[in-house]
């Protein structure tokens, strides 16, 4: 509900501050009078983009700022899944500078135009008689089914049924993709793994290889260099075993004379133990070196095969390779497991579709039972608004393709004449039809849903009489459960308002503006009595303003 609406320096409003009721509000103006900028103004709130030649002071900024009651529009999800901060008196504030920058605002918040709109959206409805793109639209439609219907919970679970569908069909499809893109792949992979795999890489064999090699090769020749170091140390005349022997000797003699002999000695002794090792190693490494061509061979063979694959591979070692082996490993088993994966997937997607289409029959059967009462209840109110042979053919018809609203396609038609063919909406019904049939369905709609605060704009043009009094009659009814606004020239829907506002021009210092202003019993008695029978009202124009009122 709208509580109060403040707009500074907007068009040829200079500054503007109105409280609002609930119940049924009236506003009326004489043509020209400014009752467009007022709508622009709202229109700002509810997100519509700026426009910099709206300032009325263009040094000064915009500002338009509007309260709203919404404790009763179960709007706390919105305002979680855009971040705003809720509050039951929530207030929407936008500034337009002179720089031509606009800002928005929710309780103080920045926010951007885009969750503005889809909050404004629910909280106003602005409707004019050039306004009816809605009532054509086939999600309005289905709206207004589906609220008699109460399938509000069937179609939340079937959205979310459908998001995890299209979810599942994707992931299907990228695996089919995938495995497209894996069968060409699949015979050079296992190749190249099956080469990997015959190679039977060790973790460090590559060091272990190239020693043996350089061993096996060069065998000859460190045979020859074992024997002769060998031979200088064990010679029995000049051997540096026999020569160290005889200097630890000599050195142990005299240890026990001094420290210092005693460590030259322990050096000596220490280093002929170490000589001694190297003397029983050498005489170890010597029986067992044997020439084996064979072996070399092996390896060598080995070795071109390591270095061949590293270089087709670009790896560095070994260790390189049994990473790329083990890749490969895994590409070839997904490659070869994708059938199974796939089979999953679509066994998935088959258990989703059944349970997509139990929802949709149910959301389909529960719209079938309800088309007929809507039917008679739109045709009932419109024929009391001078309509009395509209007709509605409304039909659901079940579709294999799964819809955002469900399985249905639907078939919305309207003849307005006894006897014609049906048609669209769009195509059956002129400007002034599609007003009424939208206060209709708003009227009917506000007995099931709470709806937001409606303004109908002049949507009573080219009606009078009779009529015009059973649209303010519907106007008035649906007050009792929502906020109404209804801006209107006939003084037979003016009069049926618990609220009258006035929308007027006035010269302020030699300047135009527009301004607003609630009027009490007095001046409303006026205002109708000047829609009756002009400015110079008669007494009889006065007394039927009176008689309206009452």
């Known amino acids: 509900m709208l509580t109060s609406l403040s707009i500074k320096n907007y068009a ?88 031509g920058k606009s800002r928005a605002f929710v309780n103080d918040s920045p926010v951007n135009l885009n969750s503005l709109q889809l909050l404004g959206e629910r909280l106003i409805d602005i409707h004019s008689q050039h306004q009816t793109q809605q009532l054509t639209s086939n999600d309005f439609q289905f709206q207004i089914i589906d609220a008699l219907a109460n399938n509000d919970e069937l179609l939340q679970s079937y959205t979310l049924e459908l998001k995890a569908y ?146 087709k591979h670009v790896a560095e070692d070994v260790s390189e390779l049994i990473k ?21 997937k679509q066994s998935e997607i088959k258990a989703k579709t059944n349970q997509l289409k139990s929802i949709s029959k149910k959301i389909s059967k529960k719209r079938s039972e309800v088309i007929p009462q809507l039917k008679q209840q739109l045709e009932t109110i419109l024929a009391s608004l001078g309509m009395p042979n509209a007709q509605f053919k409304i039909e659901v018809l079940y579709a294999e393709e799964f819809f955002a609203n469900g399985q249905d396609e639907l078939s919305f038609l309207f003849s307005a004449n006894k006897g014609g063919s049906f048609n669209t909406l769009k195509k059956a019904a002129s400007g002034g039809e599609l007003s009424r049939i939208m206060l209709a369905i708003k009227s009917v709609l506000s007995k099931y849903i709470q709806l937001p605060t409606i303004m109908f704009d002049e949507i009573d043009t080219g009606v009078s009489g009779e009529i015009s009094n059973k649209m303010g009659d519907i106007m008035l009814q649906m007050s009792k459960t929502m906020q109404v606004f209804s801006i209107t020239h006939l003084p037979q829907i003016a009069a049926k308002g618990h609220s009258h506002y006035k929308v007027f021009k006035e010269d302020v210092d030699n300047v135009t503006q527009t301004n607003l202003v609630k009027l009490n019993h007095d001046e409303r008695i006026v205002e109708i009595a000047q829609m009756l029978g002009g400015v110079e009202m008669s007494s009889s124009a006065i007394a039927h303003a009176k008689e309206l009122l009452n």
Not at 261 to 276: A, H, M
Not at 328 to 344: F, G, Q, Y
């Open 166 to 311: 299209k979810t599942l069909k994707k992931e299907l499809q990228e695996l089919l993709n995938f495995q497209a893109e894996a069968i060409k792949e699949h015979d050079y992979n296992s190749f190249l793994l099956n080469e990997l795999i015959e190679a039977n890489l060790i973790e460090g064999e590559q060091q272990t290889l190239e020693e043996e090699y350089e061993t096996l090769n060069n065998i000859e020749g460190i045979k020859e260099k074992l024997s002769e170091s060998y031979q200088l140390l064990n010679d029995e005349q000049i051997g540096v075993l026999t020569t160290l022997t005889t200097i630890k000797n000599n050195l142990q003699s005299i240890a026990g004379f001094s420290s210092k002999y005693e460590d030259i000695f322990n050096r000596v002794n220490s280093s002929l133990i170490d000589l001694d090792d190297v003397f029983s190693e050498i005489d170890v490494l010597q029986d067992g070196l044997e020439a084996d061509p064979n072996r070399l061979e092996e390896v060598d063979s080995k070795l071109k095969m390591v270095h061949n694959l590293m270089q």
């Open 12 to 99: 040829l409003i200079d500054n503007l501050q109105v409280d609002f009721n609930n119940g049924l509000s009236i506003i009326t103006g004489e043509t020209g009078a400014g009752k467009s900028i007022l709508l622009g103004g709202l229109s700002l709130i509810l997100g519509k983009r700026a426009d910099l030649s709206t300032l009325k002071d263009a040094t000064k900024k915009c500002i338009i700022e509007a309260v709203f009651e919404v404790s009763n529009y179960n709007l706390k999800s919105l305002f979680e899944a855009e971040d705003f901060d809720y509050e039951a008196q929530t207030i929407i504030r936008r500034e337009i500078l002179p720089s």
């Open 324 to 344: 790329i082996k083990n890749e490969l490993e895994d590409k070839v088993a997904v490659t070869e497991n994708l059938d199974a994966s796939i089979e999953n």
